[in-house]
């Protein structure tokens, strides 16, 4: 169909982002429908044409217009049928128009009636069409530049009635979050904005998983505060005021299958143990020291010095002769004890002992 010597133009009647069939089939993608009054010489055009489209990032300017670049390829419909002046075509079906046509920048339709079937030579229809999003063009999501946002409703992934603004209903892995230079974590703010913690790889060679907070306390919570760790180091267990690096409200249990406890107490002790050889020498044991000092007395020094005078007992160790310790006395900083024979005269002999004190 030429067009030579022709004047021709064409009234925009929808130029919008809509959805191509129907709205509860598959997702909608990025095509659109496009309709238009073609008029040659003021009079509707009826018949068959071969139409060119192209977008743009600029309306250009002058007629035709020019200026601008064009967005992806252009998209040629031969055979379009015309009645009346007015027809209507799908664009961008295949993406004709490039993964980055509607990122949210302002848009222009370019329109051209091409001479022929070929369009090698083709009139282009000034102005170009301003692009408009139809409301449900993209759902309830809002494109600005290259981010996408939702701000009137909950999302849902494998659930049609999500309960919460993000809700993932899946038999498996649910979410990955996967780092590009060693580190991945998901971060967590304020209502103002500000960092407040995150969970996840923060460093780029150990690849640990943390649980970290920005300045304050890190609590496990379970119908209470089972653990909490404290931004000044102090980790409590049953108590969410720790007032000691460890400081754990309640039994402990020790042992390959918890056969052992270390129970709570009222007091904040502080135990000491060990042997001493008849000549004085510590045999085992640590934070103290030992020396005899004459026949059958013994002093032991404590390496750290109790507030007050602590609680110790002995016993004589031998084998055959009965033997017997005594403690002479203690203070703060040491203790004497003292060894008898089966007949109560002072003899030498070792010992074993245990003291307990205030911390």
């Known amino acids: 169909m030429k067009r030579t010597g022709n004047s021709m133009s064409i009234g925009t009647l929808l130029a919008v982002l809509v959805a191509a069939g129907s709205a509860d089939a598959a997702p909608l993608g990025r ?79 370019q329109v051209e009636v091409c001479d022929d079937g070929t369009c090698a030579a083709a009139t282009v229809l000034g102005p170009r069409q301003a692009m408009t999003g139809a409301p449900y063009a993209l759902g309830p999501w809002q494109l600005s530049g290259s981010q996408i946002s939702y701000t009137n409703g909950n999302v849902g992934i494998g659930t049609t ?11 498996d892995e649910g979410l990955r979050i996967q780092g590009t230079s060693g580190t991945a974590w998901a971060g967590f703010h304020n209502a103002a904005g500000t960092a407040i913690g995150y969970v996840g790889d923060g460093s780029t060679t150990d ?18 505060a089972a653990l909490t760790a404290k931004a000044s ?53 640590t934070g103290f ?28 160790e031998a084998v055959g002769t009965p033997f017997y310790a005594t403690v002479s006395f203690t203070t703060t900083t040491q203790a004497a004890v003292r060894t008898f024979n089966a007949s109560g005269a002072p003899a030498d002999a070792g010992f074993s002992f245990m003291i307990a004190g205030t911390r």
């Open 31 to 109: 095509s659109f429908t496009y309709q238009g009054k073609l008029s040659q010489n003021g009079t509707p055009v009826t018949g068959s044409v071969t139409l060119r489209f192209s977008l743009w990032d600029m309306a250009g300017s002058g007629d035709p217009p020019t200026g601008g670049a064009m967005v992806g390829a252009v998209q040629i419909l031969t055979g379009t049928p015309v009645t009346d002046g007015l027809f209507s075509v799908e664009l961008n079906a295949a993406g004709q128009f490039g993964a980055q046509a509607f990122n949210g920048e302002q848009r222009w339709l």
């Open 161 to 171: 009635t999500p309960a919460v603004p993000l809700h993932i209903v899946t038999p």
């Open 207 to 224: 690849a640990n998983i943390y649980l970290g907070s920005y300045g304050n306390d890190v609590i496990l919570y379970t119908n209470a």
């Open 233 to 285: 180091g102090l980790v409590g267990i049953g108590t969410s005021t720790p007032a000691e690096k460890l400081d754990v409200r309640g039994n402990i249990k020790l042992g390959t299958s918890g056969q052992y406890f270390a129970p709570s107490a009222t007091e904040n002790l502080r135990m000491l143990r060990g042997r001493v050889s008849s000549a004085g020498a510590v045999l085992t044991g």
């Open 289 to 316: 020291t030992s020396s005899r000092t004459n026949v059958g007395i013994y002093n032991i020094v404590f390496s750290t010095t109790f507030p007050v005078a602590p609680v110790l007992v002995a016993a004589a």
